[in-house]
Antibody
Framework: QVQLVQSGAEVKEPGASVKVSCKAS????????INWVRQATGQGLEWMGW????????GYAQKFHGRVTMTRNISISTAYMELSSLRSEDTAVYYC??????????????WGQGTLVTVSS | QSALTQEASVSGTVGQKVTLSCIGN????????VGWYQQISHGAPKTVMF??SLPSGIPDRFSGSKSGTTASLTISGLSPEDEADYYC???????????FGGGTKLTVL
């Protein structure tokens, strides 16, 4: 079965960077996009961007342009999301999700368990 | 402010049918199918609907539909285990981005 397993919780100081990993299993990693979605405490889901593991192509939400980088290591079926210049508002649970792209659809069909990133001095 | 508009809260009794809505525009809901995601007690989201197709393992009490720029998720025969936050999302071609609704808190009385 499809599984996405994320790295553990992180505590970072303001201004630092964080890199979260998402290891995929149960399918061919290169064939499906990996997306990143975050959720601050008490808030809704916020999409950050997508990455095509086969090509390495990415697309980022305007809000995160210049601060987020999505990469992958195909040999170990793992995707990464790095967020830089962290501020307190970046404190949130970060999820990876597998994306299904169609001609007139884009869904997430599987989700990671989430990684809590706390930004605090 | 979310790109897609959902009711903040909806409630229903066990066995009742409820419908959650997701309102967008021609750039998103009007042009693309909508996904629905269930989040119980702030755990990881779970996909409950792709457009009007059920993912494997999701009971057929859940159904999806769309009319113009409004998508709907209907849950027939509400069960206490359906109490959760529900989010809709789709692609927006003007933004070249995925957009989410603000979420609906479903309470089962």
């Amino acid at each position: 079965q499809v599984q996405l397993v994320q790295s553990g919780a992180e505590v970072k100081e303001p201004g630092a960077s964080v890199k979260v990993s998402c290891k995929a299993s149960g399918y061919t990693f290169a064939n499906f996009d990996i997306n990143w979605v975050r959720q601050a405490t008490g808030q809704g889901l916020e999409w950050m961007g997508w990455m095509n593991p086969n090509s390495g192509n990415t697309g980022y939400a305007q809000k995160f342009h210049g601060r987020v980088t999505m990469t992958r290591n195909i040999s170990i079926s793992t995707a990464y999301m790095e967020l830089s210049s962290l501020r307190s508002e970046d404190t949130a649970v970060y999820y990876c999700a597998r994306g299904l792209r169609g001609s007139s659809s884009y869904y997430f069909d599987s989700w990671g368990q989430g990684t809590l990133v706390t930004v605090s001095s | 402010q979310s790109a897609l508009t959902q009711e903040a809260s909806v409630s229903g009794t066990v066995g009742q049918k409820v419908t959650l809505s997701c309102i967008g525009n021609s750039n998103n809901v009007g042009s693309y199918a909508v996904g629905w995601y269930q989040q119980i007690s702030h755990g990881a989201p779970k996909t409950v609907m792709f457009g009007n197709s059920l993912p494997s393992g999701i009971p057929d009490r859940f159904s999806g539909s769309k009319s113009g720029t409004t998508a709907s998720l209907t849950i027939s025969g509400l069960s206490p285990e359906d109490e959760a936050d529900y989010y809709c999302s789709t692609w927006d071609y003007s933004l070249s981005a995925v957009v989410f609704g603000g979420g609906t808190k479903l309470t089962v009385l």
